[in-house]
């Protein structure tokens, strides 16, 4: 009895984090559109405002290119690189040259050696191993009955967690860098840099709905264990 509670309990957890994923990405997605419309009113695009706060900050080594897809922009500290996006690289709208600046944000974060930054670049190794194996490892504790081995998949998904915890602060770093920026070289108005705001905020808080679903989820498997152990 106590372990199909448990079971349940889990299931709840996993609708619950199902529902936070949706609604950022929602969020997200509609801001996005929003204010993909129409243009700011210096008409200025993503790629020339990257390039305005890029050279601003003496990073002229650092090059905008264009990637192809959908909110793929990012930015590349190995190759010293500002990915942005189609919509991004050409568009003029407020979503366009938010985003832009935003990844140039992270740009002047390496530059400075911001400390979050430079602690996620140490954690993010560590990270491609902790998906590959970890929820590996639970599987196989559930499958023999080998409660360590999923005790261990735990583990590793704590890792994953760590990661997205340290990417809060550089995310929102990153947006407020952004705005800055963007009204000190006076690329937009108050009006526009409000939806900027807006923008940046919703884009942001889809790290915080990333970080709170695999925390559900780690309790999930918490839960399960626990009632595993029990019922052995």
């Not at 079971?7 to 801001?31: D, K």
């Not at 210096?42 to 080594?61: C, F, M, P, S």
């Not at 407020?176 to 009204?183: F, M």
Request: aromatic letters at 12%; charged letters at 20%.
């Amino acid at each position: 009895m106590e372990y199909q509670l448990y079971n349940t309990f889990g299931y709840l957890l996993v609708i619950i984090a199902g529902v936070i994923t949706i609604a950022a990405e929602y969020l997200v997605q509609s801001r996005y559109q929003t204010y993909q419309k129409g243009s700011i009113k210096k008409k200025l695009t993503g790629q020339e405002v990257a390039r305005i706060i890029l050279d601003k900050h003496g990073l002229n080594d650092v090059y905008v290119t264009e990637v192809q897809g959908n909110l793929t922009d990012h930015y590349d500290p190995n190759r010293r690189v500002v990915r942005l996006s189609t919509a991004v690289f050409h568009g003029d709208s407020i979503a366009s040259i938010s985003v832009a600046a935003h990844e140039c944000g992270h740009a002047v974060q390496h530059k400075e050696g911001y400390v979050f930054i430079k602690i996620r670049g140490f954690i993010f190794p560590f990270v491609s191993f902790a998906s590959r194996f970890g929820y590996l490892a639970i599987m196989i504790g559930f499958l023999f009955g080998a409660m360590d081995f999923a005790w261990a998949g735990v583990g590793l998904l704590l890792v994953i967690l760590l990661f997205q915890l340290v990417t809060l602060p550089v995310e929102f770093d990153a947006s407020k860098r952004a705005l800055k920026e963007i009204q000190e070289e006076k690329i937009v108005t108050s009006e526009e840099l409000e939806g900027s705001k807006k923008m940046l905020i919703a884009a942001a808080l889809t790290y915080v709905a990333g970080l709170a679903t695999t925390i559900l989820e780690i309790l999930r498997f918490v839960l399960l264990i626990i009632a595993r152990d029990d019922r052995d």
